[in-house]
């Protein structure tokens, strides 16, 4: 158990431009979370996947943003046409179904000029 | 909805003074409740958990809250502070009926020498 990774750390990017953050969860883990993170707030979820199935997705996601989870392993989470407002940290987490405790990945910082 | 609220963004006490961090809830239904650490540079940790068994909880690097349904409260507290306890908190909320976690906007803990 490698604990959650994610990828890339960081991501320095210019305004219009498409980003893509990739996020393995722990393996025996059904469930998989997005949420982001801004100075000074606590994480707001963003969307969440039952194996491959997307389960609920926050209002707070615009159509610019996408997650995909093909095959029920790896997740991928991409920002189209990113603004400075996308600027924050995106975390992911993983647990398994009905037992309501999350485990974080360290997390990717998007930075947008 | 379900929220938390975190009172004091800031907590300073001195090293072996006692910790306490605030917490109030809002759920319609019976509360899952949780307190998550997050280090600098760090993904966020589980410290400790309430799933509506004893309302004392013990958690790791000697945290406890207490769940008081009268005050709709979760306080964390630990009796003695080390250094190493200087992170950012934060409070956080489910219930049997959701699926996704609600967290609060957190409480960063600085330790006076």
């Known amino acids: 158990d490698t604990g959650v990774s994610q990828d890339p750390r960081h991501k320095i990017t210019k305004r219009g431009q498409n980003v893509t953050f990739r996020c393995d969860p722990i393996?025996?883990?059904?469930?998989l979370y997005w949420y982001r993170q801004t100075l000074g707030q606590g994480p707001e979820f963003l969307t969440y996947f039952q194996n491959e199935a997307q389960l609920e997705k926050s209002r707070l996601l615009s159509d610019r943003f996408s997650a995909e989870r093909p095959k029920g392993s790896f997740s991928t989470l991409e920002i189209q046409r990113t603004e400075q407002g996308d600027s924050a940290m995106y975390l992911c987490?993983?647990?398994?179904?009905?037992?309501?405790?999350?485990?974080f990945g360290a997390g990717s910082r998007l930075t947008v000029l | 909805a379900q929220s938390v609220t975190q009172l004091g963004s800031h907590v300073s006490v001195s090293e072996g003074a006692l910790v306490l961090l605030r917490c109030n809830y809002s759920?319609?239904?019976?509360?899952?409740l949780f307190w998550y650490v997050q280090y600098p540079n760090q993904g966020l940790q589980l410290l400790l958990k309430y799933t509506s068994a004893a309302t004392l909880v013990k958690g790791i690097n000697g945290f406890e809250a207490e769940f008081k349904k009268s005050e709709t409260s979760f306080h964390l507290t630990k009796p003695s502070a080390h250094m190493s306890d200087a992170a950012e908190y934060f409070c956080a909320v489910t219930s049997s009926k959701d699926d996704k976690i609600i967290f609060g906007k957190g409480t960063r803990l600085h330790i006076l020498p």
């Open positions: 393996s025996e883990h059904n469930r």
């Open positions: 759920s319609s239904v019976p509360p899952y």
């Open positions: 987490a993983s647990s398994p179904i009905g037992a309501n405790v999350l485990t």
